[in-house]
Structures are given as structure tokens and as C-alpha cells.
């Protein structure tokens, strides 16, 4: 198993999930975390859903995605 030592940065990304990125649930291990009632930021929805994701190097994070476009909306 290889380190990534990123010294000095606090925002070390958890995984490979950008802000507006599409989201497919399907193409990772997503499971269903809570819904969030926020407008999303790329269309007219009204509520978000969160997802718990763990990216192909077994690394956890929680992602809230509009049901709509399917646009990665925040990361918490
Ligand atoms: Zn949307």
C-alpha cells in the first residue's frame, strides 16, 4: 500500500469527486445517507440527496447530489 503524504494541506481530498461533477450512484459504492432540503445549485430542484460513497481506494466521504441533474451539489 502506497502513503500520499500531503504535508501542509488540510483540505486533503477524501476522494475524486469535484463540486458539479455529474454523480452516477450506480458507478460507485453509494448508499443512501439523508435528504437535504436545499435548492440545487444547477437546476430548479428543491432537495438533495446525501450519499455515503467510498471511492476504488476504499476512502469514505459524504457527498449531497441533486435527484435532478445528478450534479455533485457539496461535500460534508
Ligand atoms: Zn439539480
Redesign the pocket.
Known sequence: MEQVNQIGDEETPIFQISIGQTFKPYAWRASHHMDFQFE??????ES?KGYQVEDQYGNMGKIA???????V?AKY
Not at 440545487?40 to 430542484?45: H, I, N, P, T
Open positions: 440545487c445549485l444547477y437546476c430548479d430542484s438533495l447530489t441533486c435527484p435532478d441533474c445528478e450534479r451539489n
